[in-house]
């Protein structure tokens, strides 16, 4: 089953030192395209999230068409960057394990604390370069 690998991976992601998440992303066929698992730590890059990487892959590598009929499976629900990136990718769907909620219940502390963001300011200015861009 794609789920219990989705969580193999994350197991293989924590043995080797990084966060305990891994995804996989598998074709309307059923055959599996591609597979990661998170790197943040051993890439010191913040943004190595497995269900980022496979978006980007399928971005690259995928047909819009293709993309829109696959399903990532994963191990635990996508965050925001990664959902994101899901979203712009095209990807048809999301099989998680665990959700947000309860990975949250597993941490210290309940995971990471809110960024404040303030706005929106100077609309007029920043819709400018905007307009026009989305038609």
């Known amino acids: 089953m794609s789920l219990r690998r989705a969580i193999e991976l994350a197991a293989e992601a924590r043995a080797g030192g990084n966060p305990p998440f ?4 598998v074709g309307p066929d059923g055959e599996v395209l591609a ?7 051993s890439d010191n890059d913040i943004t190595a999230h497995p269900e980022l990487k496979l978006a980007r892959w399928a971005a690259r590598e995928l047909a819009p068409e293709v993309a829109a009929r696959t399903t990532m499976f994963t191990s635990c629900q996508p965050c925001g960057m990664c959902a994101g990136a899901i979203e712009r990718s095209g990807l048809g769907r999301v099989v998680f394990a ?14 990471f604390a809110p960024v404040p963001q303030e706005g929106p300011d100077l609309h007029d200015e920043a819709s400018a370069v905007v307009k026009g861009y989305y038609a």
Do not use: V
Request: glycine share 16%.
């Open 22 to 25: 891994g995804s996989l992303l």
């Open 35 to 41: 597979e990661e698992r998170n790197t943040s730590l």
């Open 98 to 111: 665990l959700s947000t909620e309860q990975l949250n219940a597993l941490k210290p502390g309940g995971g």
